[in-house]
Each structure stands twice: as C-alpha cells, then as structure tokens.
C-alpha cells in the first residue's frame, strides 16, 4: 500500500509533517513523492490499493486520463486564501485571483475590496497552455501580484511576478486526513481479508458462501476435502446448481429450505451441516453453509471431556468466596486459615452440604502448594475394583485393558500439591490400609510395578459420617485416623448459622441470576423471615435447590413485584421434599465421643505393652510426648 503525493511546491514541509504525524499509525505504508509529468508519462504506475494527494488543477487531467488508485485533490480553504490575499496586500493593491476553468470567488469581491483596501482582478485558464498565455498577458500588464495553485504561482514567479499559493496548513491538514481516512480503510479491509483467509483456511469446519442468486462466493479448503471437489480448480462464481457434488445442496434451497443440524450420509461419511442466511437491511443477500464430519465432531468431544478431566486438578475457590459474617462461620474460617500455613493432613468434619470442598479449595489456594494440582478425590464415587489404579496408577500390561504407556495414579499427579479425599468414610478397609502404607513412607508404586514412585502431598480429607462410630464398630482404621485428622476443622450447620441466610440469598442471586438482584434485595428481610423458620438438613445444598426452584417460577425480572417473589418462596418451600434425616451429631458430643475413644485406645495399647509408655507411643504410631500429652489432659478431666 502506498501514498503518493504530486506537486504542492513551496508547501513541501507542510505535506511532510502532516503525513509524519499520520504515518505511524499505518504499519509497512510507503510514501513516495511523483512528479505530475511521470504520472502523465505512465498512468498505470499507481494501482487501485494506492491513494495520490495531488494539486485540484492536476487532479482534473489525471481524472480524464484515468489515473488509478484513489485521488485526494487539494481544495482551498477559507482560512488560507484569507491568509494569502493577507500577505498579497501587504506587497500591493492590485490582486490578480487565477483559478483552474471558473472564476474563484463567485459572490462579487467588493466587500473583500473594502476591507484589505485592494483591487482584485479574478481569471481562470483551462490548460497549461491557456495559463501560460494569461500570465504572460498580466506581466505585459504590469501586474505584479498573483494568487493560486501551485502551478500558476511557480509559472508567475518565473516571469518576474509576486505568487502567493492560496493552500495552506489547513488545506494541506484536510487533504492528508481524508487520504490518511481511505488509507486506514483500505489497510483495515486487506487486514480483514486476510484473517478471514486465514480462518477459513485454518477452520476445522467446512464453509460455503453463497450469494443470493445461490453461486458461490467463498469455499474453503476443508469444505472442499469433505465433499471431495479437489477436481475443479476455482469454484469461485459457479452456481451450485452446475456442481454435481453439491446437488443435495441445491435440492433444499430450491424448496428455500435452510439445512439446520442435518445429518447427511455422503460417499461413505456423515456429514453435519448447518446454514444460515445472510440479511441486508432486510433483504435476503445469500447464505453461509458449515459442513462437519460428524466423527471429528465426536472425536473433539472425547478430547475436550479429557481436557476438562485434566483441568479439574485445580482449586478455584478461596476464602473470599466463602459466604457468612456470623461467628461462628467466622471462627471456622480463621481456624481453617490458620490450618493453610501448616503442612499437616486436614480432616474436616460437617453435614452434607455444608461446603467441604469449599473449604478444602480455600485451604490449599492459601497454602504453600497453591500453585501446585489439587486432586479431589471422591470415595464414594470410584467402583471399588478400579479405586486402587485410579488411587496409585498401572504400569504398561499390568491387566487386560490396560492403557499402553501405563498411567500415574491420582497421588503421583498430586506431587507437591493437595489431595482431597471427600467421603472418607466409604473408603473399602482394604484401601485404607494402602492408603496408610502411602502415608506412611511417601511412595506410590503402580499396579504392575516393581519401582517405587516417592510423592510429596498433603491430604485434605471429608467425612459426613461419624468415623469414630466406625473405628468402634471395625470399619475404619483407628491409624489411619490418627493420620488424616492431625487438624480437625468442624463446619457448622446451615441451622446454626441462619443469620447468614440474607447473605447466602444475595450471593446465590448475583452468581446465577443477576437480573433479579434489584427485586430481591427489596424483599430480602421478608425472604430470610421465611427462610429462618424452616429446618435445613440439607444445609446450603438444600438451600440452593430451593433457590433454584424459586428462580424458575419467577418470570420476567422487570415486571416481577415483592408479592410474587415472597408467594412463589412460599410455594417452593411447601414443594421441598428433599430432607436429610440422618444428621450429624453436635459438636460437642462428637469432641466427646474423641475423647472418650482416645482414651480406651491408649489404655488398650498400656496393656498390650505392660505400662511401657514408648511402646505404647510406637504401637499408636504417636510420638511420646504426644502420648504423654494426651495422658495428662485425661488426669485432668478427671
């Protein structure tokens, strides 16, 4: 792209600054000065892409010899003709105006005559030739004064005579804005042109464009590997009517049948298509066809779902995002922030619903190992003959099926990060004692290897369910408990914490329905009286849910008022059905049911070892001050 500039003499600097200024702004632009005479010589010298700034004079013959690109003829304005006739008084009294086929100033002079106290003669030529003839015609004259273009004024210079150019700063200013305008569309159009080739080159979608008379505007190369068309050479401007392969095509829109989510079978593949139609101002101007091959389309979806696999090993929550101002949210808050700068393993303890992974995300994002994966894990979820490779890995061959390269384990992708054990308590006590194992002595070997893999990981685990009931009945390891739960953090009950209730409603509402945020902070006092009387056993979950429904019954934000909003909660809540009935025990009898175990397993280890205090500390898996710790708080509970 390039911006030519003819004449202007002596307003050169002006021109060279201005485009200065612009230039910038234009990356790879070339600015190359033509002489008038070589554009006469070779018209075709400029091309269509390029703009020329020329004088108006010049700017008509090359209009006549059709002179390509975009041309930008200097046009006078007011403030530098003023500023010319200015300087032409100062020198004499008698103005000579000289312009290109017409007079200049077309309203009589005389006022103008009267203010700079001057005569002014006004002329106009039609050719170099005729211009010549007039200025020779005034200095025979004696006239001495001329104003014009660039070309009578370096004619009337050589024959002795006085110029002033009527182009100025402000005419040179608007000439080069309005080519630096076309300039920077033309560049904005070429840039679009070619990130629009190269989408539709790089587009794993095939693509047809259609005019409206149904012939073909663009195609792209996938468009024309899925249909098999490598034989024509340019398709470009061909009907689709005259395209064999694309019969099919022209069948639907002979019947103005647009092909929305169609599955076609075409020389042994199905393919999908979509089309759209183009509109104008109402008009139909066409359409655009995208063709896929449905097996890519499934294939993308297998990788895409690995991906989000792969992208789950990530916590996204922090402790900002954790809702309640109520104290005891509070206090659970700092005690689990307190938890984040230390090491040890977590074991947090709350009903279902009541945000464990919340907290555990929160925990790990605050952690030294926040930008190391975080592997939720959860117990319940993973069939009991596959939790062991998920848990630790397999090597290549280890079992019919198995994955050729082998696969790390969930602790070996947690190396250096968190994992997080949700519903501990369902974990198989065949598990629990390679878990153990793991935490124990810091490896992992895979199903199928001999190599031992060392890991560095911290363990967040979750429980709903009262494990010391299940040590006591054989269902849990009392080690590994004494593993896992080195920091106990307890979550309190949605029942215990219903001042928190206006905040969880406001924060539920600005994440999912934001539109419905003016309405219900209007009623929200009258919302959380009815929230508080009923009993959440199902805690936020069951809060949400409820939430939920209530935003489905409630139709269009605008119009809603606070009757409505309170009348349809009304109805929700009479709706739920969805109750959880076998609650966690308080805190306090749990701390009870800690203590009291704890104390029954330290005199069963006494006995086995016959009062042997580091014996017992060693059976325990417990350091001896830690034994002697837990000996003394039992005297004094006493």
């Known amino acids: 792209m390039k911006l030519f500039v003819s004449g202007f003499s002596p307003l050169d600097q002006y021109v060279e600054d201005e485009i200065k200024i612009r230039k910038a702004n234009i990356q790879g632009l070339v600015v190359q000065r033509l002489e008038s005479t070589d554009i006469l010589k070779n018209p075709t010298y400029i091309q269509k892409d390029d703009v020329l700034i020329c004088g108006a004079t010049i700017y008509e013959v090359f209009k006549e010899i059709n002179v390509r690109g975009q041309l930008v003829p200097l046009r006078v ?43 002014i003669n006004q002329y106009y030529y039609k050719d170099s030739e005729s211009a010549n003839m007039l200025i020779e015609e005034l200095a025979q004259k004696n006239q001495s004064i001329v104003i014009g273009s660039g070309l009578i004024v370096l004619k009337a210079i050589y024959r002795g005579m006085k110029g002033f150019i009527w182009y100025g700063k ?104 979509n089309s759209f139609p183009v509109d104008v101002k109402g008009s139909n101007d066409g359409s655009v066809i995208l063709i896929s091959d449905a097996a890519d389309i499934q294939k993308h979806e297998k990788k895409i779902r690995r991906k989000l696999y792969d992208d789950s090993n990530s916590a996204i929550y922090e402790f900002e995002d954790i809702v309640g101002k109520s104290e005891i949210m509070q206090r659970t808050k700092r005690k689990a922030q307190k938890y984040a700068k230390t090491d040890a393993n977590v074991l ?107 890991i560095d990981v911290r363990i967040i685990a979750a429980t709903n369910v009262n494990l010391l009931e299940q040590v006591k009945q054989g269902g849990f390891r009392l080690d590994l408990f004494y593993r896992i739960s080195v920091l106990n953090l307890i979550l309190p009950s949605l029942n215990d914490r219903k001042e928190d209730l206006p905040d969880l409603v406001l924060s539920y509402t600005s994440r999912k329905y934001p539109d419905f945020m003016k309405i219900i902070q209007k009623c929200i006092a009258d919302i959380t009286e009815l929230l508080e009387e009923y009993s959440w056993d199902g805690n936020i979950r069951e809060l949400e849910n409820n939430l939920e429904r209530l935003f489905t019954y409630l139709e269009n934000p605008e119009t809603i008022t606070k009757r409505d909003v309170v009348n349809n909660l009304v109805e929700t809540l009479d709706d739920n059905n969805f109750v959880i009935t076998n609650r966690f025990k308080d805190n306090d009898s749990y701390q009870d049911i800690l203590r009291e175990t704890e104390i029954n397993t330290i005199k069963g280890a006494l006995q086995k070892t016959n009062g042997n205090k580091k014996d017992a500390a060693k059976l325990l898996g417990i350091s001896r001050s830690t034994l002697w710790r837990k000996l003394n708080e039992t005297d004094q509970s006493k």
């Open 77 to 119: 304005q007011t403030a530098d003709f003023l500023n010319a006739l200015t300087q032409a008084a100062r020198v004499g009294n008698e103005i000579n105006i000289i312009n290109y086929k017409e007079i200049f100033l077309k309203n009589d002079p005389s006022e103008l005559e009267k203010v700079f106290d001057i005569k």
């Open 170 to 273: 402000e005419s040179v200013k608007l000439a080069v804005d309005i080519a630096f305008h076309i300039l920077s569309a033309r560049f904005e159009e070429q840039s679009n042109n070619i990130r629009q080739e190269y989408i539709l080159d790089h587009f794993n979608e095939g693509v047809i464009s259609l005019n409206a008379l149904g012939r073909i505007i663009q195609i792209n190369p996938k468009a024309i590997e899925l249909l098999e068309l490598q034989k024509y050479r340019d398709l470009r401007g061909v009907s689709i009517k005259e395209v064999e392969e694309l019969d099919f095509i022209s069948k639907h829109y002979e019947n103005n049948n647009y092909l929305k989510d169609k599955l076609l079978e075409y020389r042994n593949k199905t393919l999908y298509f």
């Open 348 to 454: 947090i303890i709350g009903e279902s619903g009541t945000g464990k992974e919340l907290f555990a995300q929160s925990i790990h994002n605050a952690s030294m190992r926040s930008k190391e994966p975080f592997i939720a894990v959860n117990c319940a979820a993973i069939p009991e003959n596959l939790l062991e490779s998920e848990f630790f890995g397999y090597s290549e061959g280890a079992f019919t099926g198995a994955v050729k390269g082998g696969k790390p384990g969930l602790f070996e992708l947690a190396h250096k990060g968190t994992v997080f054990l949700d519903e501990l308590g369902e974990l198989p006590l065949s598990m629990q004692s390679k878990l153990l194992r793991i935490l124990q002595e810091k490896v992992v070997r895979r199903i199928g290897s001999a190599t031992s893999i060392p």
